[in-house]
């Protein structure tokens, strides 16, 4: 059972819209772990579309990845991934 | 009198019919209390019509067309995510069991929480998300009050031939309407992007966006007339005006019957010469357009997709799987392989050590630049496609070649896979062609080396044009120098066809100009003999090359030579057209 924390930053210019919003989620619910993102003293759990697209993350937006379970690290890395490659969108 | 509305095209093609207004929004629900023994059965009620909303998204999911783009899949998903999201589960329950009101009004108040959390936020395309979270809970409202799943007014009503007039349409709403048999759609919302407009398109349905106050100038049931190819929507046509649209949509009808037809046709020339046609494949989806227009090959298979939105890099064994599994879906027909034309500007992706940051990455690092930066990236895919080489008629050309140097340098890697893979008794065709793409004006300008050196050449018109004029594309101030009839970029792609002939060397056309069915005659003069065509144009472009005589277009091949500007180039194409 690991607890990691990453700071990420929203790179796509659309930022967290629905279609990003549900890759993120599909994404997160395929792991065990407890995922959460933050954004200052918003919080919101990662499996739920809602919660993330409420968190308001437009392009340039920092959050905290906070990924606590027992596959928490490939949840890291996997998620990380996703944001870094702007969810597969051209830009 | 008659009444003229002009907005965008953005789906080809001529509709006559009754309009039929449609009203979006369900009925707005009001408070009604209710009893403590009826709330489960309103909490029940509620979660019925969840799951009913669920279902119907569900069934759109699986009539969207294979062709249409990746990301209305993804669009419909995350409604439907946002459906079954505790958002709409939850609290709407706790709100019935609090309050003791109907599942209407907890909805529509959770609903205008959410939307007022939404129209708070600051970044604007974020704040236009409260148009799904309406969009989410119009489609569950519409379920409790027993309405049709788009706005119709009766529940499977029938819709054969009517026009829709609307504010604005759903994804899902457009393949709805399209099931129920509309014959064309205008909107007051939207642009050429949007996704109703892409995915009109993808249904054939002729479609006018951008037309405001569109609703309270028309009346249901009156005759319009839609011109999607020109944007133009009229209403009140006279009897001449409507005689006009009724033979245009005739001749339109006779024009795609012609086509379909030409599905067997030989791509032969009017002198029975045979012209090589075969169609582009971006997408593994693209096989069903490719199959639908009975291409014989496949000219320009890009091997991008397989790169993207993932963290690794596709593993060799996974590629190899992808390859031979193109002769499957294409009956064995032959396919011409691209390596991958990454760019620095398309991933930034983990395993890439390249820098994202290059202010222009059309000239950056990519193509063939970059698959030799990383040659590990490389050589997975050259062992793959070698390997599947040993399934099928299979070529493979290099995109984005600059110099003798970087072909070498390809070559050598080649070399080195190729001997592996004997030392591994592993099968692989020996003598597969090897091609490159000419797109940079040095290597078009060095045909000759490269047309002695490769087995074949294709021309990539869209970089060939942009690096020739010096131009960025998406750059609107320069954008109109982007034209395929520069004198400039003819008198290169003449020059890299005739060093082509001189070696004995095919060479092919595969960027969008090779489409075009204005250019298909002046190419034919130009001497090209191989077009590589998006699925969605080459019954057309083999209609021109049906109805074309070489013989009649021997005095034009030297004439183009001579051109020097686009208006003399522009006369040509007419002279040509009249022939």
Known sequence: ?91 | MTLALHGLGVSRGIAIGAVHLLKRDAPEPTERGIEADEIETEVERLRAAVAAASDQIRSVLTRIPADAPGDIGAFLDAHLMMLNDAAFTGEPVRLIRERACNAEWALALQRDALMRVFSAMEDPYLRTRQDDVRHVVERILRVLSGAAPVAHDKEGENLHGLVIVAEDLTPADTVQLQQAGIAAFAIEHGGPTAHTAILARSLGIPAIVGLPNLRRLLRDGETIVIDGTAGVLIALADEALLRYYRERKRQERRYQTELIQLREAESLTLDGIAVELQANIELTADFASVRRVGARGVGLYRTEFLYMNRTTPPSEEEQFETYVGIFREMDGVPVTIRTVDLGADKLNLNWQRTSASAVNPALGLRGLRLCLHEPELLIAQLRAILRASAFGPLRMMVPMISTLQELRQFMAHLEEVRKELRREECEFDESMPIGGMIEVPAAALCADTFAAALDFLSIGTNDLIQYTMAIDRDNEEVSYLYDPINPGVLRLIDYVLQAGIRHATPVAMCGEMAGDTRYVRLLLAMGLRSFSVHPAALLEVKRVIRRTSLESLASFGARTRLLESCAEVRDLLSELEAL
Do not use: P, Y
């Open chain 1, 1 to 91: 059972m690991s607890s990691l924390t990453r700071t990420i930053t929203i790179c796509n210019k659309l930022g967290l819209h629905a279609r990003a919003a549900a890759r993120f989620v599909q994404l997160a619910s395929r792991f065990e772990s407890e995922i959460r993102l933050t954004r200052g003293s918003r919080e919101a759990n990662g499996k739920s579309i809602m919660g993330v697209m409420m968190l308001a993350a437009g392009k340039g937006t920092e959050l905290a990845l906070i990924i606590e379970g027992n596959d928490a690290e490939e949840a890291m890395a996997e998620l990380v991934g996703m944001v870094e490659n702007r969810f597969g969108e051209s830009e």
